[in-house]
């Protein structure tokens, strides 16, 4: 099965499902830069509830470019902050030891353009997860995609992370479970476990997205 998505930046949990399924995933490269998203921007957990971890673009995000000609933005000191913000929160999690040498290696990387480093986050993750599909980029915006294609394009949001209910799994803050936070959650959480835990939940349907 092929799957068609926006860029994402180390996308939410639910994204993820049904991911042992697929043979190939293909980034949307060619739409207008929309700022309701994951593009530039994914999810954590810290004592004080869910973070936002935003990447600053060039020119802000209100812009009307491609996404394709989106850059990142590295002026000010949020690359550093960001990483700080990992450790301190999930330095006690059973495996961020364990990923935290290759991530910081991405982290560093200071891609110039925003789909790369979505890109470079999603090559990451599909490796953690023993992913073996393979991943390219779209050639033109297709407002209809070919039939045999799963087109997930915005429909995964961060206004909609609660709709999506998921089965629980031990976090390191709260007494209540929060659900479809970064998959780097999932990681630092379950470890190797994590393809386990995404194989054994059913994927929404469309009608539910």
């Not at 180390?10 to 994951?38: A, R």
């Not at 913000?85 to 925003?114: C, G, I, V």
């Not at 790369?116 to 915006?141: A, D, P």
Request: hydrophobic fraction near 35%; glycine fraction near 6%; aromatic fraction near 12%.
């Amino acid at each position: 099965m092929k799957q068609l998505i926006e860029i994402q930046l180390f996308g939410p949990i639910v994204s993820f499902i049904g991911l042992d399924k697929l043979t190939h995933i293909e980034i949307e490269q060619f739409e207008n830069y929309q700022k309701m998203g994951y593009r530039n921007r994914f999810q954590v957990l810290s004592a004080k509830g869910v973070l936002n971890l935003t990447v600053p673009i060039v020119g802000g995000r209100d812009q009307k470019s491609k996404t394709s000609d989106v850059e990142v933005d590295y002026s000010g000191r949020w690359l550093q902050e960001h990483w700080r913000t990992l450790e301190s929160n999930y330095n006690r999690s059973p495996f961020f030891e364990h990923y935290a040498p290759s991530l910081k290696q991405l982290w560093d990387s200071r891609p110039q353009m925003l789909s790369e480093f979505c890109e470079h986050s999603l090559r990451w993750v599909v490796k953690q997860l023993k992913w073996t599909g393979t991943i390219s980029h779209s050639n033109n915006y297709a407002i209809q995609v070919e039939e045999g294609v799963l087109d997930l394009r915005n429909k995964y949001l961060p206004k909609n992370r609660l709709m999506h209910s998921l089965p629980s799994y031990q976090q390191q803050f709260g007494n209540q479970f929060e659900p479809n936070l970064s998959i780097l959650d999932l990681l630092f959480n379950n470890g190797p476990l994590s393809s386990r835990y995404l194989q054994g939940i059913q994927k929404p349907s469309e009608n539910n997205l």
